[in-house]
């Protein structure tokens, strides 16, 4: 073998660049974040001014405008928050473990099923007979639809039989939702469905905070376990299993939480599409593509797009708002389009 | 060997079944440390499947894998993994991480979560890249390497490992004669210094010029196994390949050219 060429190690000027590209992504992501913050809270129908919004939150400031930014647009913007970094958690979590880079969070049917007992107390009238009634609702329906994933995902780690398990409950949960859509009673109680589905965090309070936080923590806890696993499984199931990482388990943690963390965030926000596939895209590259890198760095990013997002719901038409789905919709769907054409190029 | 609590890595009646078939059925082998066993056969032998087994990523429905008489599914995943390692055949990664992160799987399970890779892992990660002659590449994301570079990363994840026993499923697949001969001189090497191999091999004269011992499979039975020079016999070519093949010497080693195909395959 002394035959064959022996090159030297990889240049440790390239390799440190790297290192501090990577070293720099988690503090970038988090001065954006705070940044976005700040700009999300001085954005509503009242003009508050950023002195006013500071002097409001250090309990100072007008009696009104302490209202304002303390019940209204501070409860809206942690929401804002948490839902994108699950949404972000969720989906590059997802994308490790399936292997594939179009998976997002909704294709376990999470969404779907969660969306289905929300608009489910929205039909019954059950969501008006309390605050907390369809977040409630939003939430049993998620634990139906993963009880209903895992019976027909079966045990054991395949990532086939989730996706087919994840494909037959969005169907079923779709239809369902169709089905109680075609028997409200009036136009009027059909159009506060369609609304609530294509997800908003507006006039959320901190009742909706404190009721979904419990839900996401552990579910983040759990996918902020995956790291490793994820890395292991970068080359196959069995691969995965001789490096110590038994895949069915790592599936039972992934399922569960993201059952926990998007059954909470669709419960609060109803369905918010895209964030969870454009964003491990756009970070990727910035953790030289670890699917274990990725998760947390995700989590930032995609509080920051959904932060941006509600930011720019508000901006058009101040006092009729978009909905969020909506906006993320259209922006997404080029992105996807655009997801494509690369990956076909890049084909042979 | 059935029965013995044996050192090293060893199954006794393995039986091995995938959707209701028997794919292996009753499979005794014994494999020590600073072993070669190759693992030959026909396509659709059972080959794959046994390695399979013998890592324990697939159940086996009657039998025993042990390691130092130990049940393997009984040792701590952690610890299994840093004493078996394994190198599938259809491996392909998916992200287009570099050569250099993917040989760095192998250190794995040789730290807790929390720890990042210290300076042993760095060690050991260098040390598979130069053996496989893969260090020049190191830093090119995978998905941009040829197939023969590609082989040998994959090889040097598994042997980043520094296993007891590596289980390598075709690892001179698709490699030019060149890194074919280096792989297999990577592999005598490392038995040499303690590790013990399981390897499949489709090549025969690669089988029988570096292997200590062959098991030879056919429709997931052990049809022979011993001396290279014993299993290859013109005997069992015929019986179980179906070849007619040219057997001598070079090098004090033997070697072997199929011929001609004899139809006389057991099959149905």
């Known amino acids: 073998m002394s035959a064959l060429p022996q090159a030297p190690a990889p240049a440790p000027a390239q390799a440190r660049a790297m290192g501090a590209q990577r070293g720099l992504l988690l503090p970038a992501l988090g001065v954006l974040l705070v940044a976005i913050f700040a700009v999300s ?32 647009r501070l409860p809206r913007a942690i929401l804002g928050v948490m839902v994108g970094a699950t949404l972000g958690l969720a989906g590059a979590a997802l994308q490790g473990f399936l292997r594939n880079p179009l998976a997002e969070p909704g294709l376990i049917g999470i969404s779907a099923s969660a969306a289905l007992g929300a608009v489910l107390t929205l039909y019954t009238g059950i969501a008006a007979a309390f605050t907390l009634a369809l977040p409630l609702g939003g939430i049993a329906g998620a634990v139906i639809g993963v009880g209903l994933l895992q019976v027909l995902a079966g045990r054991g780690g395949s990532a086939l039989t989730l996706i087919l398990a994840g494909i ?3 169907a079923m949960a779709g239809a369902l939702t169709a089905l109680v859509l075609n028997l409200a009673p009036s136009p009027f109680a059909a159009l506060e469905i369609v609304f609530w589905l294509m997800g908003s965090l507006a006039d959320r309070s901190f009742a909706h905070v404190w009721l979904a936080l419990p839900f996401m923590a552990v579910g983040w806890g759990l996918l902020a376990t995956l790291g490793r696993p994820l890395d292991a499984l970068t080359l196959g199931e069995d691969t995965a299993w001789s490096l110590g990482f038994p895949v069915g388990d790592v599936r039972a943690r992934l399922v569960l939480g993201t059952a926990l963390s998007v059954g909470a965030a669709t419960a609060v926000a109803g369905t918010i599409g895209f964030l969870g596939l454009v964003v491990p895209h756009l970070l990727r590259p910035f953790v030289a593509h ?9 989590a930032l990013g995609g509080a920051v797009l959904m932060l941006l997002a509600d930011i720019a719901v508000r901006l058009p038409f101040p006092g009729n708002e978009l909905k969020l789905g909506v906006l993320t919709a259209l922006v997404g769907g080029p992105f996807f389009l655009w997801l494509i054409i690369a990956y076909r190029r890049r084909l042979p | 060997m059935t029965g013995l609590a044996a050192s090293g890595l060893t199954a006794s009646g393995l039986t091995v079944a995938l959707d209701g078939t028997d794919i292996l059925r009753d499979v005794s082998l014994a494999a020590g440390r600073g072993e070669i066993i190759g693992v030959i056969g026909p396509n659709g032998a059972g080959k794959t499947t046994l390695l399979r087994a013998l890592v324990g990523a697939i159940p086996h429905r009657a039998g025993a894998v042990t390691l130092d008489g130990r049940a393997i599914m009984d040792l701590p995943p952690r ?16 992200w287009a991480i570099t050569s250099e992160t993917l040989v760095g799987l192998g250190r794995l399970p040789h730290r807790p979560s929390w720890q990042g890779p210290g300076a042993r892992d760095r060690e050991a990660v260098l040390g598979a890249l130069r053996a496989c002659d893969a260090l020049h590449f190191a830093a090119r994301p995978v998905n941009r390497l040829s197939g023969g570079e590609r082989t040998r990363v994959l090889l040097a994840r598994a042997l980043a490992v520094e296993a007891e026993f590596l289980l390598a499923d075709e690892p001179i697949a698709g490699l030019d004669p060149a890194h074919g001969l280096q792989v297999m001189d990577v592999l005598a090497a490392r038995a040499a210094a303690g590790l013990g191999l399981i390897v499949t091999l489709h090549d025969l004269t690669m089988a029988a010029r570096n292997c200590h011992r062959l098991v030879l499979l056919d429709k997931g039975r052990i049809a022979a196994s011993g001396p290279p020079a014993d299993v290859l016999s013109a005997r069992n070519l015929e019986r179980h390949y179906g070849i007619a093949a040219h057997a001598g010497t070079a090098g004090g080693k033997p070697f072997l050219v199929p011929l ?3 139809g006389e395959t057991e099959e149905p």
């Open chain 2, 79 to 94: 610890e299994r993994a840093r004493r078996i390692a394994y190198l599938g055949q259809e491996e392909a990664a998916q």
């Open chain 2, 260 to 262: 001609a195909r004899t």
């Open chain 1, 168 to 170: 037959a409950v969005t």
């Open chain 1, 41 to 72: 809270l001085g954005i509503g129908p009242a003009e508050i001014g950023m002195r006013e919004v500071w002097a409001a939150l250090t309990g100072a400031g007008t009696d009104a405008s302490r209202i304002i930014i303390l019940e209204v």
């Open chain 1, 290 to 298: 670890r699917p274990g890198a990725l998760l947390l760095p995700s």
